[in-house]
C-alpha cells in the first residue's frame, strides 16, 4: 500500500511512515497537512547526522521558549522548509537573524543539517516536526519574517481540508509575528492561492501591500527558489509570491 501526499509523492512503506486518520493529531482537531515522514533510509553520513547533529539544533518544545531563543536578534521561522535549500540561503545571507525551520520530513531535516555542517551555520533551530505545536510555544510578537512556500497542495476535493493555511494557522501567526512583520507565502497551485487571499485579506491583523501584479508574479532577489518550485517551473506552472504585512496594531 503507498500513500500518494498532498506534494504527488508516493511513500514506499505501509509501516509507521503511512498516514492514516489516526495520526492526525488526537489532541485536537488538527488534520495532519503532510505526507510521509522518510521516503528512504539513510546512509551513514545522513545517520550521524540525525544521531548526533539533530540534537544540537532541535528547540526543545517542553522546556521554556524564552531560554532557547536569543532575545537580542530577530528571528525568523520557515514553515516546511523542505530541501532547505531556501532556508540554508537565509541563514548564510542574513547571519545577525535566527532561523527556526519545521518540516516534519526526516529526509528534508537531514538535508538541512548537512547543510548547516558543511556551511558551519550557528544561526539555524530546528523542529523536526509539524509547526503547530511550535507556533503555539513561540511568544508572542517574537517572529520577524516568516515563511511558508509551496505549502502541499492537496489537489484532491476531498483532501483540501488538509491544507495547512487556513483561519486556524494565520490565527497563531497574528499572534507570534511582530507588529510590521513581514509573512511571505508562494504556491504553485491558483485555487490555493485564490483560498491564502480569501482568508489573509479579510483578517484583522494582515495587510497585502501589493500595488499590482508584479507583486505577486516576481519572486525577488532575496527569496531564492526552492527545488518544488522549480519543479512548478520545470511542468509550466505560474507561480503565486504573496508578501503579507503583520498590521502595527489589530482594530
Ligand atoms: C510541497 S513541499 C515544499 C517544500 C519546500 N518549501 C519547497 O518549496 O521546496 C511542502 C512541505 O511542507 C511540509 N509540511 C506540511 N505540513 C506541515 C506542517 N504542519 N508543519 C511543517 N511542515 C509541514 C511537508 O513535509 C513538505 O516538506
Redesign the pocket.
Known amino acids: 500500500m503507498s500513500l500518494r501526499t ?2 504527488g509523492a508516493v511513500a514506499p512503506h505501509a509501516q509507521r511512515n503511512e498516514m492514516t486518520d489516526t495520526d492526525d493529531h488526537p489532541h485536537t482537531s488538527e488534520l495532519r ?3 510521509r515522514r522518510r521516503a528512504r533510509s539513510f546512509g551513514p553520513r545522513q545517520q550521524r547526522l540525525w544521531d548526533e547533529n539533530l540534537s544540537k539544533f532541535a528547540l526543545e518544545l517542553t522546556q521554556p521558549t524564552a531560554a532557547q531563543i536569543p532575545p537580542d536578534r530577530d528571528v525568523w521561522l520557515e ?5 532547505a ?2 532556508m540554508l540561503w537565509q541563514a548564510e545571507h542574513n547571519p545577525g537573524v535566527t532561523l527556526i525551520g ?4 526526516e529526509d ?1 531535516v537531514v538535508k538541512a543539517l548537512g547543510g548547516i555542517e558543511d556551511r558551519g551555520l550557528t544561526n539555524i533551530r530546528l523542529h523536526a516536526d ?3 505545536p511550535l507556533l503555539r510555544w513561540l511568544l508572542d510578537a517574537s517572529v520577524a519574517r516568516a515563511f511558508i ?5 492537496w489537489p484532491k476535493k476531498k483532501h483540501v481540508k488538509r491544507r ?1 493555511i487556513g483561519t486556524p494557522l494565520l490565527a497563531e501567526l497574528a499572534r507570534v509575528l511582530k507588529p510590521g512583520a513581514e509573512l511571505r507565502i ?1 504556491t504553485d497551485i491558483g485555487d490555493y492561492a485564490r483560498t491564502i487571499l480569501l482568508a489573509v485579506m479579510p483578517h484583522p491583523a494582515f495587510e497585502w501591500p501589493a500595488l499590482g501584479p508584479e507583486d505577486w508574479r516576481i519572486r525577488g532577489d532575496d527569496w531564492p527558489q ?4 522549480q519543479k512548478a517551473v520545470r511542468e509550466g506552472r505560474a507561480r503565486y509570491y504573496f508578501r503579507f504585512r503583520r498590521k502595527d496594531c489589530v482594530t
Do not use: K, N, Q, V
Open positions: 498532498g506534494c497537512s503532510f505526507g514553515i516546511g522548509f523542505g530541501g535549500e531556501h519545521c518540516e516534519p520530513f528534508g509539524d509547526a503547530r512556500l509551496f505549502p502541499d497542495p495547512l508562494g526552492t527545488r518544488y518550485e
